[in-house]
């Protein structure tokens, strides 16, 4: 199984100030196909999880542009541009080039 | 407006069967995959499955945990994906969430004597 690993598992962040969490995987995601099925989930505070970010870069619908995501091969980077109220939760990084699909440990974003 | 309802969660004997659906609206439930995912209390996201989509041969995966145990299914008529789940054990208690990028707000199942 494809091991996903994120750094911090904690970030106290203050309002308007960026934020960036780091995912790495146990080996490349790029699929045979020349995709590389990376996506960032964001779950608040007793919500279910919502795609933000799918194929290490593409926005979901409706998700503001401050959030951002870049990386290649087996390292992978969400960005928060300036961090606002709402964004408050845990992000997890999940890979899906690979049965079984596999999550980060997740991040908890809070704010300082 | 796309949304996923699960439905179905409840507390259920070890050992013992659930059936958890989930009712999409919004969008052509026919062309897409659809995923099963689970989150035990306190902790981290779980992928259990996904049924692909009739153009697809509607196959299935599962999660190495689940194998032999759940079944998913699908009604392309009734826009309704359904997981199965058999001998039950305490370590399947959670929150199951159905997606297709866009997620439910999820159905709990505990699994208690």
Redesign the interface.
């Known amino acids: 199984d494809i091991v996903m690993t994120q750094t911090p598992l904690s970030s106290p962040v203050t309002l308007g100030q960026p934020a960036s969490i780091s995912c790495k995987s146990s080996q490349s995601l790029v699929h045979s196909d020349g995709n590389t099925y990376l996506s960032w989930l964001q779950q608040r505070p007793g919500q279910p999880p919502r795609l933000l970010i799918y194929k290490i870069s593409n926005r979901f619908s409706g998700v503001p542009d401050r959030f951002s995501g870049s990386g290649a091969g087996t390292y992978f980077t969400l960005k928060i541009s300036r961090v606002e109220a709402e964004d408050v939760g845990v992000y997890y990084c999940m890979q899906l080039t690979q049965f079984p699909w596999t999550f980060g440990q997740g991040t908890k974003v809070e704010i300082k | 407006e796309v949304q996923l309802v699960e439905s179905g969660g409840g507390l259920v004997q070890p050992g013992r069967s659930l059936r958890l659906s989930c009712t999409a609206s919004g969008f052509t439930f026919g062309d897409y995959a659809m ?1 099963w ?1 689970r989150q035990a209390p306190g902790k ?4 259990v499955g ?1 049924i692909r989509s009739k153009t697809y041969g509607g196959t299935t ?1 599962y ?2 945990s689940v194998k032999g145990r759940f079944t998913i299914s699908r009604d392309d008529s009734k826009s309704i994906a359904s997981l199965q789940m058999n001998s039950l054990k305490s370590e399947d208690t959670g ?1 199951y ?1 159905c ?1 297709m ?6 159905t709990t199942v505990t699994v208690s004597s």
Do not use: K
């Open positions: 995923s995912f981290g996201l779980e992928w996904f995966e999660a190495a929150v969430y997606s990028d866009v997620w439910g707000q999820g």
